[in-house]
């Protein structure tokens, strides 16, 4: 798959991960699990590059006596997922055109 599809993929998956409540790393990756395999690495990747964005927010709580960082999606990453959902539906039909070959229908 194409790096930036990629990227841009994983990004509106952990967005999605967020929409119904704010989360922390490790429940993020089990949450996104059955869609995909995503390293803690490569999570707080995402999720850094989501903050600076603006599309997510943090805040820390104390958990079994140490801070967790928590994650809650911003009205910009809601924005975006909207958006991704608007790019799919051209990603999709484009992907049918391809399936089908050159009969669109």
């Given at each position: 798959?194409?790096?930036q599809l990629k990227r841009g993929v994983l990004d509106?998956?952990?967005?999605?991960?967020?929409?119904?409540?704010?989360?922390?790393?490790?429940?993020?990756?089990?949450?996104?699990?059955p869609v995909l395999s995503l390293s803690e690495s490569t999570l707080y990747t995402i999720l850094k590059r989501l903050e600076d964005a603006k599309m997510i927010?943090?805040?820390?709580?104390?958990?079994?006596?140490?801070?967790?960082?928590?994650?809650?999606?911003t009205s910009k990453g809601i924005r975006r997922l909207e958006?991704?959902?608007?790019e799919w539906?051209?990603?999709?039909?484009?992907?049918?055109?391809i399936v089908r070959g050159s009969r669109y229908e």
């Open positions: 798959m194409d790096a509106v998956c952990v967005l999605a991960a967020l929409k119904n409540e704010d989360s922390y790393g490790y429940k993020i990756i089990k949450d996104v699990r927010s943090v805040w820390t709580k104390e958990f079994e006596g140490r801070l967790r960082k928590y994650y809650h999606i958006e991704f959902k608007e539906k051209e990603l999709n039909s484009i992907y049918l055109y």
